[in-house]
């Protein structure tokens, strides 16, 4: 065999050897996208996995809340099982929270405008950072904010299911009477 040939796969072998070691004697120096072997700890995927699978707790409180709103897409979810196991209907008056209990009747009013609907939470959302409701299209076309597609709003409830099986009434409860039945929309 050549002994240049020699000296250069010698030379090769203990470069990777070297960078080997090396590896496996400061993992912390490798940068976050160079690909790890199967026995390499990711400890930090798992931690950020636990973050999004947080649920947020239930607001049982009846206070008022401010945020932006959304609404479902049309005929994309007509039909679809919500988190209570009924289809979605988009004529109906019904919002979508994740922190809001199933069945709690609220009144949420476009603030931009005062326009206002009473509604049931029956699913859970909106999946979307910064949002607190979203809203089936016929109560965004009596809030006027379908061209929007986003508004800002305040969430009051009028009754919250509790843990217990009773039902308080929250902040709205005086507001729109005792039954919370109405509908209220300022100039359509």
């Known amino acids: 065999m050549n002994k240049a040939l020699l000296l250069a796969i010698l030379s090769l072998s203990a470069t990777l050897g070297f960078a080997q070691a090396r590896a496996e004697s400061e993992p912390a120096s490798v940068p976050a996208d160079t690909p790890r072997t199967q026995n390499a700890p990711a400890k930090q995927k798992h931690a950020s996995k636990a973050k999004s699978k947080a649920k947020p707790k239930l607001d049982r409180t009846g206070e008022t809340r401010h945020g932006e709103a959304s609404f479902y897409g049309g005929r994309r979810f007509a ?3 919500m988190a209570d196991g009924t289809p979605m209907n988009p004529n109906a008056d019904i919002a979508a929270s994740k922190t ?3 069945g709690t009747k609220a009144r949420i009013t476009n603030v931009e405008n005062g326009k206002s609907s009473t509604v049931v939470i029956k699913d859970r ?3 979307v950072d910064g ?3 979203d809203v089936s299209p ?4 009596k809030l006027d904010m379908k061209e929007q597609g986003v508004a800002s709003v305040a969430v009051t409830p009028i009754t919250v299911p509790q843990e217990d099986g ?3 009434p929250g902040s709205g409860a005086t507001a729109a009477g005792a039954s919370g039945n109405e509908n209220v929309s300022s100039g359509r």
């Not at 016929?138 to 076309?141: D, L, P």
């Open 166 to 168: 009773s039902v308080k």
């Open 125 to 127: 959302g909106p999946y």
């Open 100 to 102: 809001l209990p199933l």
């Open 79 to 81: 039909g679809k099982k």
């Open 138 to 141: 016929k109560v965004a076309e």
């Open 131 to 133: 949002r607190i409701v």
